[in-house]
């Protein structure tokens, strides 16, 4: 039984010779012994449920959920970093295929309207070509700093 983890077998036996011990107790009518059987069977509950308590508080101090916590929030993080634009951190396409979806959704079950705006810079490719990405870059992000002040 070489690197077998024998505290099962332990346990198994232990219940098998407790199991023995009832049945004797009940079968020669000795109540005393089964109220004894009975208590220390309530006693050994007792006595796991405090140490899976205490099993668990340390586990949560330790920072064994935190794998899990940082899983989600990077998650989460990755999620927001695919629906932003980098640019202008607002909604970018896929944000909106997932949003109109949602709208519509919602305007057909209430029957309420909604606004759905579309945005479109005129010459915007002169800007780029006068003066340079860089300042096209701070136009719209100008643009898009002033879209958040106004839309929900």
């Given at each position: 039984m070489r690197g077998i983890d024998r505290e099962p077998i332990r346990l198994l036996s232990h219940i098998v010779e407790l199991s023995?011990?009832?049945y004797e107790a009940e079968e020669?009518?000795?109540?005393?012994?089964?109220s004894n059987i009975k208590f220390t069977i309530f006693?050994?509950?007792?006595v796991t449920f405090?140490?899976?308590l205490v099993f668990l508080w340390f586990s949560v101090r330790k920072?064994?959920?935190?794998?899990?916590l940082r899983n989600q929030e990077e998650?989460?993080?990755n999620h927001q970093l695919a629906m932003t634009d980098a640019l202008t951190n607002i909604a970018n396409r896929h944000a909106y295929n997932e949003r109109i979806t949602i709208e519509i959704e919602h305007f057909?079950?209430?029957?309420l309207p909604f606004t759905l705006l579309v945005l479109d810079i005129d010459r915007f490719k002169s800007i780029n070509d006068n003066y340079g990405h860089e300042v096209g870059d701070?136009?719209?992000?100008?643009?898009a700093n002033t879209l958040k002040m106004y839309v929900r």
């Amino acid at each position: 039984m070489r690197g077998i983890d024998r505290e099962p077998i332990r346990l198994l036996s232990h219940i098998v010779e407790l199991s023995t011990i009832i049945y004797e107790a009940e079968e020669n009518n000795n109540k005393e012994k089964l109220s004894n059987i009975k208590f220390t069977i309530f006693s050994s509950y007792i006595v796991t449920f405090i140490i899976l308590l205490v099993f668990l508080w340390f586990s949560v101090r330790k920072g064994v959920t935190q794998p899990f916590l940082r899983n989600q929030e990077e998650s989460l993080r990755n999620h927001q970093l695919a629906m932003t634009d980098a640019l202008t951190n607002i909604a970018n396409r896929h944000a909106y295929n997932e949003r109109i979806t949602i709208e519509i959704e919602h305007f057909h079950r209430h029957k309420l309207p909604f606004t759905l705006l579309v945005l479109d810079i005129d010459r915007f490719k002169s800007i780029n070509d006068n003066y340079g990405h860089e300042v096209g870059d701070e136009v719209i992000r100008g643009i898009a700093n002033t879209l958040k002040m106004y839309v929900r």
